[in-house]
């Protein structure tokens, strides 16, 4: 029966509810129902993270999670510090991140985790990125279409068969910006 010194809390590892001693949970931000939990959530890899935490909303995967000032995805593992998910994710797949270089969003979505999204720039390029993307959300129009895989790859075919970047942005309700940088393969460099 829960006291006045004790409190339920949801166990991170495995979802089930225990009774803790209120004092043992101070200070603490993941809590679990046995030290079995504790360890399998400790070594738990950064893709069980980002399955348990994420939506798929078109080709994005969107982290759910706790998300920083910028709008990226945080990732708060045990015994290290706060990192951002897409780097990690980035990490995970291709090894340490090199210094000099940023991970950036094909899609132009910070939370976004999907590995096919991400790709190394530099801050140079990253800056670039900002400056599109807050003239596509702040300008006359604003552009909230995903493009899909699909999407992209019908917008080069029709682009080679001579299709002009105005008709393709009204096609797909982008803007010509956009088209223009799967043109020049600065965004969707993937496929
Ligand atoms: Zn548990
Ligand atoms: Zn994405």
């Not at 010194?5 to 495995?14: A, E, K, L, R």
């Not at 046995?34 to 400790?42: D, H, I, K, L, Y």
């Not at 899909?148 to 080069?156: Q, S």
Request: glycine share 6%; with cysteine.
């Amino acid at each position: 029966m829960p006291s006045h010194n004790s409190i339920y809390v949801i166990c991170c590892q495995c979802s089930k509810s225990v009774l803790k001693y209120w004092a043992h949970t101070k200070g603490r931000k993941n809590l679990f129902c046995s030290v079995e939990c504790c360890n399998a959530f400790r070594t738990r890899s950064i893709m069980q993270h980002v399955e348990a935490k994420t939506v798929r909303m078109g080709s994005c995967l969107i982290w759910i999670g706790n998300r920083d000032k910028d709008g990226y995805g945080r990732l708060e593992t045990m015994g290290r510090l706060p990192r951002r998910v897409h780097r990690a994710v980035w990490e995970h797949h291709f090894g340490k991140i090199p210094d000099d270089l940023v991970i950036r969003h094909t899609c132009d979505n910070p939370p976004c985790c999907e590995i096919t999204h991400l790709i190394p720039g530099t801050t140079d390029q990253n800056n670039k990125d900002c400056i599109s993307r807050d003239r596509n959300s702040y300008g006359e129009n604003h552009y909230k279409t995903i493009l899909t895989n699909n999407d992209v790859l019908n917008i080069r075919s029709r682009l080679t068969q001579g299709e002009s970047t105005r008709s393709l942005s009204m096609a797909f309700n982008v803007s010509i910006s956009t088209i223009k940088s799967i043109r020049s393969r600065h965004t969707w460099k993937n496929i």
